[in-house]
């Protein structure tokens, strides 16, 4: 079953307190159905460390298990982008202390399993090693995410970063899943100086991907939405060229633009099988696609525009990195001011408000592009 609409209910008054060993929170119940309720605070067992939320948002992955696309069990506090700071920490962990600002990525891996051991840390299955589990995806998908006053950190002597004092929420926030996932997407690309970098949709993670092919020397960045404050923002985070599919023979415009070869690299940030066929007759022979884009159907390589097979296509996928020495490196793009995702910020709210939000963002209204949630 899937949705495209979903009913919010609120079962708090609003700018009412918790009472005692209760929290705010989102809760997933069923789909089409989103809750702001209360739930119990967790607490902290052995290597565990609970975490109290000053910023989180909403991305477009809680909007797919709103519609059933993503399935998850009834219950689950959704959210997975956060910055906090510590309350409980619970034996076992060392090095960190209650009251310590801290994030990690929305990707949480153990760190010593298969995956991780393999350089592979979105895949991780845990330390059990159980090869049926979902990958290193857990907050808000496996367990309690971080659209509560509350949550617990997975893994944290692997997973917990301290955040500079000089750095605000919102300077560090989106690098928790879209700046990692969308420079990811570049990064996995293999992007080199002097490329022609093709972006098809340009919201949050297309934006992040932009951001990425900067940072990796492309010479030539286009970015592709129909959205004009998307394409303004594309602008800001490093496009050169931005194209508006409604207006504009997009595939004939990039051929132009590239002398007839075609983009080195497209990354497809939407996931829809129009997206990802204009990557395939985008880009030259040898070139590569970087899927980053969540695909909730069918899949399908018309042989046409894939050469038949014979092409030398490179076609990748990325799920967001994880672990604290990722977290770090990001976060010096950000103190050194070589990354700013700021610019996507366009709307903030109060967790009373976050089915507010919920409902803005899912219906793209008021030219959203990131929605804040502030507890404070």
Not at 41 to 64: M, Q
Not at 248 to 276: C, M, N, P, W
Not at 346 to 356: A, S, V, Y
Request: one cysteine or more; a negative charge; glycine letters at 12%.
């Amino acid at each position: 079953m899937t949705v495209s609409t979903t009913i919010f209910s609120s079962l708090i008054k609003k700018g009412e307190r918790a009472p005692e060993g209760l929290m705010k929170a989102a809760v997933f119940r069923g789909v089409g159905r989103l809750n702001l309720e209360y739930k119990p605070i967790p607490k902290a067992g052995p290597n565990e460390v609970v975490i109290r939320t000053t910023s989180t948002t909403i991305c477009g992955t809680d909007i797919h298990i709103l519609h059933g696309e993503h399935p998850v069990n009834e219950g689950r506090v959704l959210g997975h982008e956060h910055v906090g700071i510590v309350h409980e920490v619970g034996e076992g962990i060392e090095g960190i202390s209650v009251g310590d600002r801290v994030m990690c990525g929305s990707c949480t891996p153990c760190g010593i399993c298969y995956y991780c051991q393999k350089g592979l840390s979105s895949q991780c299955i845990g330390p059990e090693g159980n090869y049926k589990n979902p990958g290193g995806w857990r907050l808000g998908n496996t367990i309690d995410g971080t659209h509560a006053e509350y949550f617990k950190m997975p893994f944290p002597n692997y997973n917990l970063t301290i955040i500079p004092d000089e750095l605000t929420d919102e300077e560090v926030l989106l690098i928790s899943d879209i700046g990692s996932t969308g420079i990811a997407a570049a990064e996995k690309a293999n992007i080199q100086i002097g490329d022609t970098v093709v972006v098809f949709a340009c919201g949050p993670v297309g934006l992040c991907a932009i951001a990425g092919a900067r940072l990796k020397g492309a010479g030539l960045i286009i970015g592709v939405d129909s959205n004009p404050i998307r394409l303004k923002i594309a602008k800001e985070m490093g496009a050169d060229i931005v194209l508006n599919y409604q207006t504009t023979d997009v595939i004939d415009e990039i051929y132009k633009l590239t002398k007839g070869r075609g983009a080195d690299v497209a990354i497809e940030a939407l996931g829809s099988q129009q997206t990802f066929e204009n990557c395939l007759k985008a880009i030259r022979r040898g070139g590569t696609i970087s899927s980053v884009g969540i695909y909730s159907g069918h899949l399908h390589i018309p042989i046409e525009t894939f050469a038949a097979g014979m092409g030398d296509h490179h076609i990748v996928t990325t799920l967001c990195p994880g672990g604290r020495e990722r977290m770090l490196q990001l976060i010096q793009l950000v103190k050194n001011h070589r990354l700013s995702l700021t610019s996507m910020i366009t709307h903030r709210f109060h967790i009373d408000d976050i089915l507010e939000a919920y409902d803005i963002f899912e219906q793209q209204k008021d030219g959203v592009i990131k929605v804040i949630i502030n507890f404070d």
